[in-house]
């Protein structure tokens, strides 16, 4: 039987359809799951999002690129094929897309998370016949707490530097994990900062129902820090953009940081673990709960995942050709 996906150069093609999902290189139509850079890239002639997708793929590549933003659950034809979107749960607007060719259902998940997330819309199972699942923590020594404990870590680490007299530098991906940071910060314990790159996204998760605290642009050369919390995405780690920040305790919100020594190695003071991907049980839980007779992975390294579900007797394989993984959190 044909499949309603194929895998091209440029990514997963659906031939009924003529569009790619998350494609690299120049293509006419990219069906776009969120607007992370490993995944929304530029140069490509039309776009396809979800609505609350929109502004911040905007934000990122320009506000002349032709797109268009999509309701969740909305079915929409295009070619032969019936395609919606459905909440992902792993940042605001991210989606996975179903494609229907034919009575035969595939779902690319891009990047997901089955965890509750109040910075985002809350994940959706989607039942099909083939999935295609990321498997950036595919592994069974990933998982997760839930948020509010890391939300409750984050706190009494910056009241204890306030205590101390020195600035908290927390360190996460520019959009999607400062936003679900920021969330979280209680602002009865000092001031908060954020930087340049965080700002943009702000309006627009607020726009969606998502409620900050009153977040402040640091000011060049105004000096007084203690107590102050500062959000920064990672790429700014090691710039003269942080030294301002004299003596901060450094802190990272990361998946990764619950791989043995990765704190010691970027010389931070804390890591907290939190990640906008699904652990290790939410991978399984996801991937049982599609009913998918089918399963192929991609954005990791999956072989681990893959031959577990083997073992479960699921139809399990990495996707070709998709290896490779350059992303954000
Ligand atoms: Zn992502
Ligand atoms: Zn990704």
């Known amino acids: 039987m044909d499949e309603p996906m194929i895998v091209r150069p440029e990514g997963l093609y659906c031939p009924a359809g003529g569009f790619f999902i998350d494609p690299r290189g120049r ?26 997708c929109l502004p911040l793929l905007k934000l990122r590549l320009g506000q002349e690129i032709r797109a268009e933003g999509i309701a969740y659950g909305k079915v929409c034809k295009i070619g032969d094929a019936h395609v919606s979107f459905h909440p992902a749960g792993h940042i605001l607007g991210s989606s996975q897309i179903r494609v229907e060719v034919g009575g035969r259902v595939w779902v690319v998940s891009g990047d997901y998370k089955p965890q509750p997330d109040q910075s985002c819309e809350a994940f ?33 680490w910056w009241q204890e530097n ?36 965080v700002h943009p ?11 900050f605290p009153r977040v402040q642009k640091p000011k060049e050369g105004s ?32 998946g990764w940081m619950a791989v043995r020594g990765a704190r010691r190695r ?15 049980s939410g991978l399984l839980e996801v991937i049982k709960g599609t009913g998918a ?14 031959r577990y579900l083997q073992e479960c007797g699921v139809d399990a394989s990495m996707l070709d050709g998709s290896g490779e993984r350059t992303g954000e959190e």
């Open 27 to 52: 293509v006419d139509k990219a069906l776009v799951t969120h607007a992370h850079s490993d995944h929304a890239r530029p140069g490509h002639g039309n776009y396809l999002v979800s609505e609350s």
């Open 266 to 280: 970027r010389n931070l003071d804390r890591g907290f673990v939190l990640s906008d991907h699904a652990d290790w």
């Open 201 to 211: 996204f702000l309006p627009v998760y607020e726009k969606c129902g998502v409620q």
């Open 293 to 306: 007779e089918c399963i192929k992975l991609i954005h990791g390294n999956g072989e681990p995942l893959a």
């Open 223 to 254: 000096g007084e820090w203690a107590g102050s919390m500062i959000v920064a995405p990672p790429a700014v780690e090691d710039a003269g953009w942080t030294r301002r920040f004299k003596g901060a305790s450094r802190g990272f919100a990361s």
């Open 124 to 156: 959706e199972l989607v039942k099909c016949d083939v999935f295609v699942s990321e498997c950036t923590f595919g592994l069974p020594v990933y998982r997760w707490q839930e948020e509010e404990i890391i939300h409750q870590q984050i706190n009494a």
């Open 162 to 197: 306030v205590e101390a007299g020195r600035p908290s530098m927390l360190f996460a991906y520019s959009l999607g994990k400062a936003q679900r940071v920021l969330r979280g910060l209680d602002s009865s314990i000092g001031p908060i900062f954020a930087h340049g790159a």
